[in-house]
Every structure is written in structure tokens, then in C-alpha cells.
């Protein structure tokens, strides 16, 4: 057991009991997508999940057992009653949408699996840089994998471009590599393979795979359904794919991100939905800037480089003419500032240099990160908010449970040297723009310098009590997705889709939250796609609403993020700045005017498509009205409704959808890849 607990800490039953059998404020598809994708299956009630009552009771409680443990184990200083006081106002909070967790944590915090196997399944994404890999190649590949199978999203940059050369991997005859059945068994494979490409090991002339459970079998510990041995066979004849054809030759870049979009699709076939990868190349290397164009590289386009955000590092003063208008036309590559990440917190508090050490970003970058480094994040909703103080009381509570999470190891002794030094978190928010319009945008940015003045003051005071260190850096905007939907405000920073629209959610044909929607009254349909899922309709009123996504022009997007670099994020703002094809051609002067002011920013072209089941529908007041007149309200109490976990980075952005079918360019939003399908597949417009 990686961190031991002797005593675990339990909400009083008398006040659980105020929440037991009852539903809070959901937003309007919050109750579906919560027995969807975050209510674990009950111990001793094989036939339901739980409610969501219960899911903030195991998350406070696993959060104030992590801290009881931390005191008693350090012989700290403990007070029952303040700490139940403390616990019941988190568990409010949480349940009247004040702020959440991230989705991991809502699915994995106070299980046994985070006492036993650590907390990098807690945790939202990482980095890790191959600048070293003349020294040890397989190390940055395996720990991708690794944390990827946990569900943590890793971006990795090309640095250890050509130092080294590969070589024939040498054969060891007879010996029979046995492959455990274990998420560390998978990793050890792809290690031996790796390290024989480099000389470092000898290849075993045979691999055993009879140990992995058959497809379909349960992952008891971690949730999800195994998927045999065929995903690891396959990601190991991929990696045969890319080395073999280059044995004798310096590894480049291309080779790096091809090995590490081949480990991310065996990673999501081996049992999951969604990968995050974003790599970090050189804006002057043209081979990598070309890794997705679809007339050179078709086919390992369509095998695996779609497994890929694709970004530059970006350096202060470069011409970005050139990799502008690449953006320009299909949304990549997105960038980041190194430069900005190290020298600077927050904007306006000037040049620190306490983040020196920074090496790159997370895939969704919102977090600055050295290699190796592993962060975790929580969401706000000011906009669910009236005062400031009252969001301020949020903010320590939602502090709280981050700080809280860096109390335990993760299994990783590297990891853990640089994490449990840095004590890296990121409080972040969503609803900023609805926010904008409720409280006024200047008031906004007053919350979020005074929030983050009360968050530096909370850590010092917080860092005392527990003994550990001050947390380098505190706060961030994650792009967001599930997790916004729950009390349905709009995602981090970004505009709704419009005042009222129909947000179409695919389901599987065997699921069984289908019947209860249909008695609701929610229109259903057959996917047009044919791929054995239901297509349900959901009627949406964005609260707040002044102008939707198509009609902000581009540099108020940026602005947007700017200034919320300057009051807030002393990590990153993360945000994807859509634009219309008459303002494509301001993306090169946008990034030489702000490259001082931003950290990361990416970019998508807004295209109007007309796709039969697009995501969202733009619907009148009176077809909105006249739908929520029809419907009843949803009971999945009794059943059991384990489908989906949201292991990943919460944005929609960062977090590729892998179907069967894969869109040729994979530009990353999850609306833009239902739409590719849509073409693909000859849908009409």
C-alpha cells in the first residue's frame, strides 16, 4: 500500500441524511452524463451506481481521509469536529455546484485502488521530455504509457531528436518474454521492444500473451472492460513499423511522435475511449510540421498520427508567418511560450523565475510542467456565485481538495521527487464568459485578482499546517467539457454554441439509460452512421447569454485569454480561439502581437457546417420552450449505469475521440470530429 491509512473519516449519517434520495440543480444534460460517465458501481448492489449524493460523500470523505492519514502518520495536530464541519461544507459546496472536482477525481477519489496504487489516477495530465533518451530511450515512451493507463493525459516534446542511433535488435533465442496480466506487464513489454531498438537489451524470440484476460472480462480495480491481448500485439507490430525501416539512422522527430501516437492508440483499444497527447516540436523543423498533411502521409495519418495534438515551442520574436497560415488553415499546430511559462506566474506580477525548471506543457495546456511532472486540477463556477466572498469560500474549498490530492505518492519515485517538491495544482474556472455578462467583465477580473490573492494567503497558512511545501504554482483554466455539463455553464473560457440549441449525445443501442430518456419525452433517434448507437436530443438555454461563439471576433477570444493570464492563471489559460475564414489571415500578426502575454493558444476554424446529428443545433425560443414542455423528469436511481469513464484531460479539445472511424486530419474538437465522421461517411449536408 502506497499510502497507509489507519482511520478512515466518515460524514455524520444524520447530515448524509438531508441529501439521501433527493437531486440537485442539474444543468440540462447533467444527470445523464453524471450515471454515464462518473457514478461507480456500488459494492453489494450489483444492479445499480450511485447517485450522485453518494459520489460527493466518497469524495469528501476520501479527501478528509487523505489529510487524517497525513496528520496521524506525521503525528500533526487533528480536530474532529472542526474537520466534520470543514467535510459537510465541501460536500454543500460540491452539491450546489459551487465547484467539482475534476471528472477523475469524481470517478477515482476515496476508492481503494488511490490507498493502494497512489495518486497519479487522481491526477489530470503530465510531461515528459525526450531530451535525454541517448542515456535511457524507453523511459519517456513507457512513462506516457504508463500514466496514459491510468488516465492521465501526457504531452511529450521531440528534443531527443537525433541523438541516437537505432539499431538491428539483437535476438535472444529460446527466451519467451510472458506478458503479466497488468497495466505494468503491458508497459514492461514495450520496454524490452524499445530498448532492444537501442542495444540496451537483447529481444526475447518469443512473447506469451495467454496470461491477459480474454476480451470482455471486468477490470475489477480500476473499472472499464478488458480488451485481450490484441490491442498490446498490435501496438507492438507498430512499433516494429516505425524503428525497423530506421535501423541505422539517427532517431528524428517524426520517429518520436510516431512511437508515442502508436503507444496512445494501443492505450485507448486497450479498454478505454479517449487519448491525450500533444506533442511539442520545433517551429523551424519542417519534416514535423508536415507529420499530418494528408497527401504525404495518408496512411500513418489514418494508422495512428491522429492519436496527436500537434504544437510548437515557440520562442519570443520568431517570424510566424509560416506556421500561422499552417494554423490558418485546419487548426494546427497550437503554441507555447517556454519562455513565458518559466519566467512568469500570473502576468501581473512581473518576471519571477520560480518556475525555471519548466520543460513543457499538459496536453490541454493549462499547466506549466517540468518533465516528469505529473498536476491536478479542480473546477469553479463564479458564475453559480453572487459575492465575491461567497466565491471566495468556494475558492478554499476547492484549493483544499487539490492541495489535498499532492498528500499522496503516485508510484512513481521520479514523478514523486518533483511533484511532491512543486505541490503543483490548478484551480480553475468555467462559465467565464457567462460570468462576463452576470457580474460585468471588470468585476470578473476583480474576483479573480482578489480569489487569487486569498488562494496565496490560504496556501501559506494550509502548507503550515500540513508540513508541506507552498505550492509553486496555484491556479489555471482548464478547457473543460464533462465536468461543465453537470451544472451546465458554459466550458472554461469559451462562448456558448448559441442562446438555445439541441445538443445531440450518442448512446449505445444496449445501454440503459435509453428507456428512461424515451419515457422523459427526449426525442431519440437512430444514428444515421450505423454504428449501433442511439442519437438523443437535449434542449439547452444558456443562462446569461449575450452572443454565441460565431459572433466573437477572434482578437476579443484572445484578449479574453490574456487578461485572464494576468489576473488569474500564474499556470496557464487554456483555449481554443475559433475563427472565421475572413480573419484566418490575422493568426500571424495575433501571435507576434500577444507572444508577450500569453503562454499557450490554439487555434480552430469555425466552419458552419450542416451535418445530419451535428453535436449542436441552433433551435428558436419557441422550439426550445416547446420541447421542454414535453419533457418529465429522469429516474436512473435503480439501475445500473456504468458505461463511460472521463479518465482523461476534461477539454474537448485536448482529448482525441477515438471511434473506428477517424477523422483524416483529427483537429481535436469533439464537435469538429463528429462532423469529419459525418463526411466521411458520405452524410449528406
Known amino acids: ?9 466518515e460524514l455524520d449519517p444524520q447530515f448524509l441524511g438531508q441529501f439521501a434520495g433527493r437531486q440537485p440543480d442539474w444543468g440540462p444534460l447533467g444527470y445523464v452524463t453524471y450515471k454515464r460517465t462518473y457514478a461507480r458501481p456500488l459494492p453489494g448492489e450489483p444492479n445499480r451506481t450511485e447517485e450522485y449524493w453518494e459520489t460527493c460523500k466518497r469524495v469528501v470523505e476520501g479527501c478528509y481521509t487523505i489529510q487524517l492519514s497525513h496528520c496521524r502518520n506525521l503525528k500533526l495536530p487533528w480536530d474532529k469536529q472542526k474537520a466534520q464541519r470543514s467535510a459537510q461544507e465541501m460536500f454543500r459546496l460540491m452539491w450546489d455546484f459551487k465547484f467539482l472536482p475534476p471528472g477523475r477525481g469524481l470517478w477515482m477519489m476515496g ?46 516534446d521531440t528534443k531527443g531528436a537525433g541523438k541516437l542511433v537505432i539499431q538491428e535488435p539483437e535476438i535472444d533465442r529460446g527466451r519467451v518474454h510472458v506478458v503479466d496480466d497488468s497495466k505494468e506487464g503491458w508497459v514492461e513489454l514495450i520496454r524490452v521492444v524499445l530498448n532492444s531498438y537501442a542495444g540496451a537489451c537483447t529481444r526475447p524470440e518469443h512473447v506469451d500473451y495467454s496470461q491477459i484476460r480474454p476480451a470482455g472480462s471486468p477490470i475489477r480495480t480500476f473499472g472499464g472492460i478488458a480488451p485481450g491481448p490484441g490491442p498490446l500485439m498490435d501496438g507492438v507490430a507498430n512499433v516494429d513499423r516505425v524503428l525497423a525501416r530506421r535501423v541505422g539512422q539517427r532517431i528524428t522527430s517524426a520517429d518520436i ?108 495546456a493549462e499547466q506549466s510542467l517540468e518533465s516528469y511532472e505529473i ?97 509553486l504554482k496555484k491556479t489555471s483554466i482548464k478547457p473543460s467539457g464533462t465536468v461543465s455539463l453537470l451544472p451546465g455553464v458554459t466550458p472554461g473560457i469559451h462562448y456558448a454554441h448559441s442562446e438555445y440549441y439541441l445538443r445531440a449525445i450518442r448512446i449505445d443501442k444496449t445501454s440503459k439509460l435509453v428507456e428512461p ?103 428558436s425560443k419557441e422550439m426550445y420552450e416547446h420541447a421542454v414542455a414535453r419533457l418529465a423528469p429522469v429516474d436512473f436511481s435503480h439501475m445500473y449505469t456504468d458505461e463511460a469513464q472521463d479518465l482523461y484531460c476534461d477539454g474537448d479539445r485536448c482529448e482525441v475521440i477515438i471511434p473506428e472511424k477517424v477523422p483524416q486530419t483529427a483537429e481535436l474538437d469533439f464537435e469538429q470530429a463528429e462532423e469529419a465522421e459525418s463526411e466521411e461517411l458520405g452524410v449528406p449536408k
Open 1 to 9: 500500500m502506497l499510502f497507509e491509512v489507519k482511520e478512515r473519516f
Open 111 to 156: 476508492t481503494d485502488y488511490i490507498y493502494q496504487r497512489g495518486s497519479a489516477a487522481l491526477n489530470n495530465c503530465a510531461f515528459v521530455s525526450t531530451e535525454e533518451i541517448d542515456f535511457e530511450f524507453s523511459e519517456p515512451f513507457c512513462f506516457l504509457m504508463d500514466m496514459s493507463l491510468l488516465g492521465t493525459g501526457v504531452a511529450f
Open 257 to 364: 511522435t510516431d512511437l508515442m501516437n502508436v503507444i496512445g492508440k494501443c492505450v485507448v483499444s486497450g479498454g478505454v475511449r479517449r487519448t491525450a497527447e500533444l506533442a511539442l516540436g520545433d517551429p523551424c523543423d519542417d519534416d514535423y510540421l508536415k507529420l499530418k498533411d494528408p497527401e504525404l502521409f495518408p496512411e500513418e495519418l489514418k494508422n495512428w498520427r491522429w492519436a496527436s495534438n500537434n504544437s510548437v515551442a515557440a520562442a519570443l520574436g520568431m517570424n510566424y508567418d509560416g506556421v500561422g497560415t499552417q494554423t490558418a488553415k485546419n487548426g494546427e499546430p497550437g503554441y507555447f511560450w517556454l519562455h513565458n511559462a518559466q519566467a512568469f506566474g500570473r502576468l501581473k506580477d512581473g518576471e519571477t523565475w520560480i518556475d525555471a525548471k519548466v520543460a513543457g506543457t499538459n496536453p490541454c
Open 375 to 471: 498536476c491536478n486540477l479542480v473546477e469553479t463556477f463564479p458564475s453559480r456565485h453572487d459575492t465575491l466572498e461567497e466565491y471566495k469560500r468556494t475558492l478554499k474549498f476547492a484549493y483544499l481538495y487539490a492541495k489535498t490530492v499532492t498528500l499522496v505518492p503516485t508510484h512513481n519515485e521520479r514523478t514523486n521527487a518533483i511533484m511532491l517538491r512543486n505541490r503543483r495544482i490548478g484551480l480553475s474556472q468555467s462559465g467565464i464568459v457567462e460570468s462576463f455578462e452576470k457580474h460585468g467583465r471588470r468585476n470578473h477580473f476583480n474576483w479573480c485578482d482578489e480569489g487569487y490573492k486569498y488562494v496565496c494567503n490560504l496556501d501559506r497558512i494550509y502548507a503550515q499546517w500540513l508540513c508541506v511545501p507552498e505550492s
Open 517 to 619: 430518456l424515451r419515457k422523459a419525452g427526449y426525442h431519440i433517434e437512430e444514428s444515421v452512421y450505423g454504428d449501433n448507437t442511439w442519437v438523443v436530443y437535449f434542449p439547452v438555454k444558456t443562462e446569461n447569454f449575450e452572443r454565441s461563439k460565431n459572433e466573437v471576433s477572434v482578437w476579443e477570444q484572445v484578449e479574453n485569454v490574456a487578461q485572464m493570464q494576468y489576473y488569474w492563471a500564474d499556470n496557464q489559460v487554456s483555449a481554443t480561439i475559433t475563427f472565421r475564414s475572413e480573419e484566418a489571415r490575422d493568426i500571424p500578426k495575433i501571435l507576434e502581437l500577444y507572444e508577450t502575454r500569453l503562454k499557450s493558444v490554439s487555434f480552430l476554424p469555425l466552419n458552419d457546417h450542416q451535418y445530419a446529428q451535428a453535436p449542436y443545433q441552433e433551435i
